[in-house]
């Protein structure tokens, strides 16, 4: 019923910036909170930021001060422009957000098919 579609990933060399976009679309009533989470090889899905229907944030400690988050409420969309990137922060980026589909209906949570981000050294 809801899908959300992720962009912008890609290789970049360290110290070198890349936005992620995502865009949800389907039956959508409401949005409230939207995020990133992120993968790397043989780690389980780690947080990386998070960000409110009112535009209050939450990053990791490992990207507070080099990634941002923002979203466009009207488009429905989230971003994520990340600086100075590191081989560290390379993984799969998911975006997800918790979206009521009717009025008075639940909040379901609903997950990107993920965008990889390669950092080389």
């Known amino acids: 019923q809801v899908q959300l579609v992720e962009s912008g990933g890609g290789l970049v060399q360290a110290g070198g910036s890349l936005r992620l976009s995502c865009t949800a679309s389907?039956?959508?009533?409401?949005?409230?909170?939207m995020g990133w989470y992120r993968q790397a090889p043989g780690n389980q899905r780690e947080l990386v930021a998070t960000i409110t229907s009112g535009g209050s944030t939450n990053y990791a400690d490992s990207v507070k001060g080099r990634f941002t988050i923002s979203r466009d409420n009207a488009k429905n969309m989230v971003y994520l422009q990340m600086n100075s990137l590191k081989p560290e922060d390379l993984a799969v980026y998911y975006c997800t957000c918790t979206v009521r589909t009717t009025a008075a209906g639940p909040e379901y949570r609903y997950w990107g098919q993920g965008t990889q981000v390669t950092v080389s050294s």
């Open positions: 389907g039956k959508i009533f409401s949005i409230n909170a």
